[in-house]
């Protein structure tokens, strides 16, 4: 089975902190995505990376970055938390882009900022 | 650009009763169709893919079908444990996924 895991499934941090969220796939997929989550807006990709240090923005890049320096792990930086990121956090994993490959998703961070 | 839409935005059904969640896409140049389904506070769980038109695919309770221009998730008898939020998303010529805002399905004993 396709694992992804998500470093927290809760986390609450103050306006203007560094924020670190990470995930970890054990399948040697090659893809790896972020995507928020918010209420009437469906899922939104933030980041994909296609490969170690290689990196996409997504539809909704700003006011993220990221950092992919091994296979299985992806981490999602928020340099400055700004009230607007509160939100579900979920990363994906697929084994290939130019393919028809399923993403798996892992279990969401649900970050609040104050 | 690729959009999907999904119908109804909530659906509430008594265990037994059948019935159907609707997908409609308009994409480039389609690869594939995913559904997805989501308990609240989880991360989405994978259902099915489906890459062309008149494919079908079952799972217990459920059966995707899919056609040129929406795709059905049917769900026969269902209990109150496949309440949750389908998703549906497509793959497009531009390789990433496209999601719908989803169908919360709401099953009562």
């Known amino acids: 089975d396709v694992k992804v895991t998500q470093s927290s499934r809760y986390l609450v941090k103050r306006t203007g902190e560094k924020v670190f969220l990470e995930c970890v796939q054990d399948?040697?997929?090659?893809?790896m995505f972020w995507y928020r989550q918010d209420p009437g807006l469906g899922l939104r990709l933030i980041y994909f990376s296609y490969d170690v240090k290689m990196k996409e923005k997504g539809d909704i890049p700003e006011g993220y970055s990221v950092s992919r320096e091994k296979k299985e792990r992806f981490s999602l930086i928020l340099e400055s938390a700004s009230t607007n990121q509160t939100s579900m956090y979920l990363c994906?994993?697929?084994?290939?882009?130019?393919?028809?490959?399923?993403?798996?998703f892992g279990p969401g961070t649900r970050l609040t900022v104050l | 650009e690729d959009q999907v839409t999904q119908s109804p935005e909530a659906l509430r059904l008594q265990e037994g009763e059948s019935s159907s969640l609707n997908c409609s896409y308009t994409v480039s140049g389609l690869r594939g169709l995913f559904w997805y389904r989501q308990d609240p506070g989880k991360g989405p769980e994978f259902l099915f893919t489906l890459y062309s038109a008149g494919e079908e695919k079952e799972k217990e309770r459920l059966k995707a079908t899919l056609t040129k221009k929406e795709s059905f998730l049917h769900i026969t008898a269902p209990k109150p444990e496949d309440s949750a939020t389908y998703l549906c998303?497509?793959?497009?010529?531009?390789?990433?996924?496209?999601f719908g805002g989803g169908t919360r399905l709401m099953v009562k004993p």
């Open positions: 399948m040697d997929h090659e893809n």
């Open positions: 998303a497509v793959q497009g010529a531009g390789n990433m996924l496209t």
């Open positions: 994906a994993s697929s084994p290939r882009l130019a393919a028809t490959d399923t993403q798996y």
